[in-house]
């Protein structure tokens, strides 16, 4: 399932991250990204209807002036980048970093928004996914989903409680090359909610 969602989604996000502040990057992802409306979003964050507009308008008139309009950018489409994601599923699958860290470019990219984490470089990317899987375990299962056009996986972190998964996270990529170059890992649960995805897995393979 897709949510609806304009077509510069991750290119939003990656700007937004690089150049907005924390309120004005909420709020142009919630309004241009989640196209929720005004009010819910001024509920979430806790603010007026006319602040959170002003934060859209400031937020629109610095990306305006940083360049072209995200509705210009694009993103070539990779032939094998359906390929590339299925194998990194896999490799996530058996916690087997250096299968993973196979799949990556040199200057590969590690966002989570809303989260002020960014690394870049294979070396950083790789040490992140030991201390990942060190921390959470292995265990974990992936659900291949579409978002703003291209190949993204849907994370199921392992449950002790239940001895299941529950949904973790949505990781989206650009491919070129054969090989990883940006994934924008997203935790947020109304995000996660936009995608339907179901809450085990399996339940999907199922319908499939």
């Known amino acids: 399932m897709t949510p609806r969602t304009p077509p510069g989604l991750r290119l939003a996000l990656v700007a937004a991250l690089q150049l907005l502040p924390a309120r004005q990057r909420a709020v142009l992802v919630l309004r241009e990204v989640l196209q929720l409306p005004a009010a819910e979003v001024a509920q979430t964050l806790g603010a007026s209807v006319a602040s959170v507009n002003s934060s859209l308008q400031r937020a629109r008139a610095t990306l305006r002036s940083a360049g072209p309009a995200l509705e210009e950018l694009r993103e070539p489409a990779d032939p094998g980048e359906r390929a590339v994601v299925e194998r990194y599923l896999a490799e996530f699958e058996a916690a087997d970093v250096p299968g993973l860290t196979r799949l990556l470019a040199d200057d590969v990219v590690l966002e989570m928004p809303p989260v002020a984490l960014w690394l870049a470089g294979r070396a950083h990317y790789r040490a992140f996914i030991e201390?990942?899987?060190?921390?959470?375990?292995?265990?974990?299962?992936?659900?291949?989903?579409?978002?703003?056009?291209?190949?993204?996986?849907?994370?199921?972190?392992?449950?002790?409680?239940?001895?299941?998964?529950?949904?973790?996270?949505?990781?989206?990529?650009?491919?070129?090359?054969?090989?990883?170059?940006?994934?924008?890992?997203?935790?947020?649960?109304?995000?996660?909610?936009?995608?339907?995805?179901?809450?085990?897995?399996l339940d999907q393979t199922r319908r499939a």
């Open 131 to 201: 201390r990942f899987f060190a921390m959470r375990g292995p265990g974990w299962r992936l659900l291949p989903v579409r978002a703003n056009g291209s190949q993204a996986l849907a994370t199921y972190a392992p449950d002790p409680a239940t001895g299941g998964v529950r949904r973790h996270s949505l990781q989206v990529f650009t491919v070129t090359g054969g090989l990883i170059r940006h994934c924008v890992t997203f935790a947020d649960a109304a995000v996660l909610n936009l995608f339907g995805l179901p809450a085990d897995p």
